[in-house]
């Protein structure tokens, strides 16, 4: 029991401490998988890179080879995927057409090289009237010039919108096309955007998001799927790949933590709530035990305890006073056979809040059984504890509303003790009482003291 007073006594620093560290904690191991999805991210991109260039350039070599036989023509037979193959002379004044149709400016090296060395010069064509991509390879050869068309399909089988890895070409004009050659349009948004705002026609869509400042995309058709956007340059074609790695498990892996640490702080926070509860329950439960039902102020229970307060207030402050004052009321029997407990009850509720009126906030108040009243109060004279005695005694005997309430109102008898004299507070009651009974018999409505 002890060990759950002080739980609850410290609860705002253990509350705070509890949450610090669990943040702590799990901070760290957020941050920790932050960074190795961060490298992961890293090595995944470097790898794809490093995998899908080698693996183009050593297409296009083989591709080149094959164009390249040593009989001067173009083996087509060999070659996988092949549309149309073609020559047609060439002479100086095709430069400017050839070289613009591979993107490249006449003077530069690439295109010089590709004349005098005769190397193949690689790009993309568009074909608007099958609404497909092709792959061109482009032999200048003096005094022809040979060109063949490819179908990207063999090269890059079909990946649609429900795969792991979504992969995409941009040309130099930034249009997009799919693996197989159909033109695509693809969107990117934050999630500032609603869906409605979307262009529709969008062949795919992306939500761009964050997580502690990871980039990823989202796709609209399916918000559970996130990618990482990889950039693949494609010098040989003037072209750039765009790939979607799906990168799910690691997000989902980051927003599970975030919700683990949201639920812990929120859990937290419902046993904070608890306890701050219970503390109320337990302060009001201590409240209603030590304290009159009918008047509030402190009871008989809580008047055994006033010798440890007197005590620390004496330690701190030794040059006070401490006065107990005994009241009780004169003839209050008569009242309740006349009037009714009723109104005694009202007379006993009154007298109370005089008591409370009269006094400061550090004095305390209680009654202890039917009409008697103990007061406790602390000053700096001995005098002060005489004049409000006397000022007590006053206020009862002369308030209109218990005038009201009873028939001439009514008046009460007094004991004062000074605790300076080294009594304890048991013997000062005592003390106080008989003081009291002293002051009854020489006539009620008198403050009989021993100061």
């Not at 262009?199 to 058709?221: K, Q, W």
Request: hydrophobic share 40%.
């Amino acid at each position: 029991m002890n060990i759950l007073k002080f739980i609850i006594k410290q609860r705002h620093w253990m509350i705070a401490c509890a949450a610090l560290s669990i943040l702590c904690l799990h901070i760290g191991d957020i941050r920790k998988l932050i960074g190795f999805v961060e490298k992961d991210q890293q090595h995944r991109t470097q790898l794809i890179q490093f995998l899908v260039q080698d693996n183009i350039s050593r297409t296009l070599e083989i591709l080149e080879a094959t164009l390249s036989p040593s009989l001067g023509h173009v083996d087509i037979n060999s070659l996988e995927g092949v549309l149309h193959s073609s020559s047609s002379p060439f002479s100086g004044s095709d430069v400017q057409i050839v070289a613009r149709r591979f993107g490249l400016n006449p003077q530069s090296s690439t295109f010089t090289n590709a004349i005098k060395h005769k190397h193949t010069l690689w790009g993309l064509d568009y074909d608007q009237a099958n609404s497909q991509v092709h792959l061109i390879a482009g032999n200048i050869k003096p005094p022809n010039y040979f060109e063949t068309h490819f179908d990207l399909m063999p090269y890059f089988p079909k990946i649609n919108s429900g795969w792991n890895t979504i992969i995409m070409i941009e040309n130099e004009k930034k249009e997009v096309f799919m693996p197989s050659g159909e033109p695509a349009k693809i969107t990117f948004t934050n999630n500032l955007i609603r869906s409605d705002q979307v262009n529709a026609d969008s062949t795919l869509h992306f939500t761009e998001t964050h997580l502690a400042n990871l980039p990823f995309f989202r796709l609209s058709s399916d918000d559970n799927r996130y990618f990482h956007l990889i950039t693949v340059p494609l010098p040989q074609l003037n072209a750039k790949l765009l790939v979607f790695d799906n990168m799910t498990s690691s997000v989902v892996e980051i927003i599970v933590s975030l919700q683990n640490l949201i639920e812990i702080i929120l859990l937290l926070g419902l046993f904070y709530v608890l306890m701050q509860a219970f503390s109320r329950y337990q302060d009001r439960t201590a409240q209603a035990l030590q304290s009159d039902t009918l008047t509030g102020l402190k009871n008989r229970l809580y008047l055994e305890t006033a010798s440890s307060r007197i005590e620390q207030t004496q330690q701190h402050e030794q040059a006070r006073c401490v006065g107990v004052i005994a009241i009780d009321l004169d003839h209050f029997k008569m009242i309740n056979d006349k009037y009714g407990h009723h109104i005694g009850d009202c007379v006993l509720v009154r007298v109370s809040e005089i008591l409370l009126e009269s006094v400061r906030r550090h004095d305390e108040c209680y009654r202890i059984g039917g009409d008697e009243f103990i007061v406790i109060i602390k000053t700096e004279k001995q005098s002060d504890i005489v004049k409000l005695a006397d000022r007590i005694r006053a206020k009862i005997s002369s308030d209109q509303q218990l005038h009201n309430q009873v028939n001439g109102g009514i008046s009460a008898s007094l004991g004062l003790v000074d605790l300076s004299t080294g009594q304890s507070i048991e013997e000062a009651i005592i003390s106080a009482d008989e003081l009291l009974y002293q002051a009854k018999h020489r006539g009620r409505n008198l403050v009989q003291s021993s100061i």
